[in-house]
T-cell receptor, first 112, second 111 residues
Framework: GDSVTQMEGPVTLSEEAFLTINCTYT??????LFWYVQYPGEGLQLLLK?????DKGSNKGFEATYRKETTSFHLEKGSVQVSDSAVYFC???????????FGQGTRLTINP | DAGVIQSPRHEVTEMGQEVTLRCKPI?????LFWYRQTMMRGLELLIY????????DSGMPEDRFSAKMPNASFSTLKIQPSEPRDSAVYFC?????????FGSGTRLTVV
């Protein structure tokens, strides 16, 4: 069935380090892909998205490119900040993105 | 827009009691989703509605759980009777065509 697999956490980095969180998916058809972020005590917020192959989503310095050939949507940021500490969820959208399938989440901690 | 509004933010109840969680979706959104989040199981989809009609309730764990959406601006998730293993954060989300907007969640503790 349709699924999302994320890099296992937790991930701990120093401020200004380069970040990559891997995400691969299995899906029938051509899903939309999303990254959501969850800050402590809050709900998930949409970080970025891509709706077709080779699209690049970007927001707040984060980027992810929809790679159909490798079925991947890895999240990257060139220089992380302490405020980026959160849990990151990769997701794919089925049925016109009416229903999302989420990965298990990756907890990121950035140390000053 | 105030976003997706959930109430209460926190609920502590005794085992066996009925619990009702409430959600007001964003105006104009036609899909509504209830999720449960725990450390052990992560984020689980319980049920979702489209145009107020339940589409997929396969994630509802047991008959103790029920959800309703009487109109486009309100939904409830009820647990009766509640059990300690129901302790979790319950999220509501709404959408229109692309992506979700989540509420801040209800943290439920059953003692």
């Amino acid at each position: 069935g349709d699924s999302v697999t994320q890099m296992e956490g937790p991930v701990t980095l120093s401020e200004e380090a380069f970040l990559t969180i891997n995400c691969t998916y299995t899906a029938t058809g051509y899903p939309s892909l999303f990254w959501y972020v969850q800050y402590p005590g809050e709900g998930l917020q949409l970080l970025l998205k891509a709706t077709k192959a080779d699209d690049k989503g970007s927001n707040k310095g984060f980027e992810a490119t929809y790679r159909k050939e490798t079925t991947s949507f890895h999240l990257e940021k060139g220089s992380v900040q302490v405020s980026d500490s959160a849990v990151y969820f990769c997701a794919l959208g089925l049925q016109g993105a009416q229903k999302l399938v989420f990965g298990q989440g990756t907890r990121l901690t950035i140390n000053p | 827009d105030a976003g997706v509004i959930q109430s209460p933010r926190h609920e502590v109840t005794e085992m066996g009691q009925e619990v009702t969680l409430r959600c007001k979706p964003i105006s104009g959104h036609n899909s509504l989703f209830w999720y449960r989040q725990t450390m052990m199981r992560g984020l689980e989809l319980l049920i979702y509605f489209n145009n107020n009609v339940p589409i997929d309730d396969s994630g509802m764990p047991e008959d103790r759980f029920s959800a309703k959406m009487p109109n486009a601006s309100f939904s409830t998730l009820k647990i009766q009777p509640s059990e300690p293993r129901d302790s979790a954060v319950y999220f509501c989300a709404s959408s229109f065509n692309d992506g979700y907007t989540f509420g801040s969640g209800t943290r439920l503790t059953v003692v």
